[in-house]
């Protein structure tokens, strides 16, 4: 019996461990121009195993003292070849064009500035929500790049 227990615990740790969802941040920040103007992008993409994938309302991510919050319809799904389901959202900001940035002006693409609040966590996570409930996905892969332009 002690045995049964032990291996089924094995596998229904083995199969929790393999549903927890990919997620991956990718983040280029960039400056240039005659005036320095500057910005960031973004793309926030989170993959699914065959079979583990349920719907969610909105997603909320956790990076660099940020929380941003986006709802499903924002985000675009991809079906891969192995039956994994996955989501993307790509999005950034810049300052004034002229890099004067005088009256503090950013100016947004594929998200709004009410969509980004402060956060407080060290460490990034995704969080779904599903029907007012959270699931938090704390295993996230980070690349980020930057970029100079003369």
């Known amino acids: 019996m002690k045995k049964m227990f032990i291996f089924l615990t094995g596998m229904m740790l083995s199969i929790s461990l393999q549903a927890q969802p990919e997620t991956q941040i990718f983040e280029n920040r960039w400056a240039g121009g005659i005036c ?20 969610f309302d909105s997603l909320q ?5 940020q929380k ?18 996955g989501f993307t959202v790509s999005f950034g900001y ?9 009256d503090g002006l950013t100016y947004y693409h594929g998200i709004s500035a009410g969509q980004i609040q402060p956060g407080s966590l060290e460490k990034p996570q995704f969080t779904l929500i599903r029907r007012g409930k959270e699931e938090v996905v704390t295993n996230v892969s980070v ?8």
């Open 36 to 55: 320095c103007a500057s910005g960031v992008e973004y793309t926030f993409a989170i993959r699914f195993p065959e079979g583990t994938f349920t719907c």
């Open 68 to 85: 941003f919050l986006f709802s499903d319809m924002q985000l675009t799904r991809t079906n891969g070849a192995d039956l994994s389901v």
């Open 94 to 102: 810049r300052s004034d064009e002229r890099g004067f940035d005088i």
């Open 143 to 150: 690349e980020r790049t930057i970029t100079a332009y003369p």
């Open 61 to 65: 991510v956790d990076f660099d003292g």
